[in-house]
């Protein structure tokens, strides 16, 4: 029972740090601040798909529709925040590019309870919507110039595959698969390793950084371990990858926090 109650506070936890981490105005953004918030909209992206379907595989519903309607509401606000900010003409024309995909994503996200004849649909939105959301992020490290933008984009990045990966194991788990959700599949956890090894190795890190990315490591193994497990219900097993993830997102929310705020 204590377990269960670390798990629930950590995840409630979770929430409310991304949330608060998208309250900053477009105003006083800075182009640290610009690239993380461009980088958690990929995140949001993923992670909404995959509330999504763990609604319908009635998987941690309660949780699952409250990460639903704020990461709605979170996407909502930093879209307005990025377009407000966005530097160049360029950037500009992807955020409303972004708006148009937003705009048709969210209709359907929001519009009935979640059903299987609906998925495939979701399942090709989010990656409309991502691919966006990654073109103005680079955009924005590219704008910025800097070894700090390239490093607030890969660990945000790192958020998105943890939601991607558990996005496409709850599709899986739906009865959606393919080839190539398998190989997409496995280039996420892939992508996800070599670039928890880039970000340790980073000369600029600092003691703080470094624990938390340590902490990272660790997550990412119970993470993988929840991928793999046998011996379980499958009900167990998508409770643990549904609760894993969000674990290992909050602490890459906090390294590319870290990163945003300490390598200026």
């Not at 590019?97 to 994503?105: K, P, T, V």
């Amino acid at each position: 029972m204590k377990r269960y109650l670390g798990v629930v506070c950590l995840i409630v936890c979770s929430v409310l740090a991304l949330a608060v981490a998208g309250t900053a105005s477009a105003e006083t953004l800075t182009v640290n601040a610009a690239i993380n918030k461009a980088g958690r909209q990929r995140m949001l992206s993923q992670r909404m798909a995959k509330a999504y379907c763990q609604v319908g595989l009635g998987v941690e519903v309660e949780r699952a529709k409250r990460i639903l309607e704020q990461s709605v509401a979170l996407f909502d606000k930093q879209l307005i925040d990025l377009q407000a900010f966005a530097p160049t003409p360029e950037i500009k024309n992807t955020y409303a590019s972004l708006e148009q995909a937003w705009a048709s994503y969210k209709k359907l996200l929001s519009g009935s309870d979640p059903k299987l004849e609906n998925a495939m649909t979701i399942a090709r939105m989010s990656e409309e919507v991502l691919k966006l959301a990654q073109q103005g992020t680079v955009q924005l490290e590219r704008f910025s110039g800097t070894t700090t933008a390239k490093l607030i984009n890969v660990a945000g990045r790192q958020r998105m595959l943890s939601q991607r990966i558990a996005k496409i194991s709850m599709l899986r788990a739906w009865g959606i698969t393919s080839p190539q959700l398998t190989q997409e599949l496995d280039t996420a956890i892939t992508e996800f390793t070599a670039a928890q090894e880039l970000l340790t190795a980073a000369p600029q890190n600092t003691a703080t950084i470094r624990s938390e990315l340590q902490l990272a490591g660790s997550q990412w193994l119970f993470f993988k371990e929840a991928l793999s497990q046998t011996g379980v219900s499958r009900a167990e097993q998508l409770r643990n990858i549904a609760t894993t993830s969000e674990r290992i997102l909050q602490v890459m929310d906090d390294v590319t926090g870290m990163y945003e705020r300490a390598l200026k």
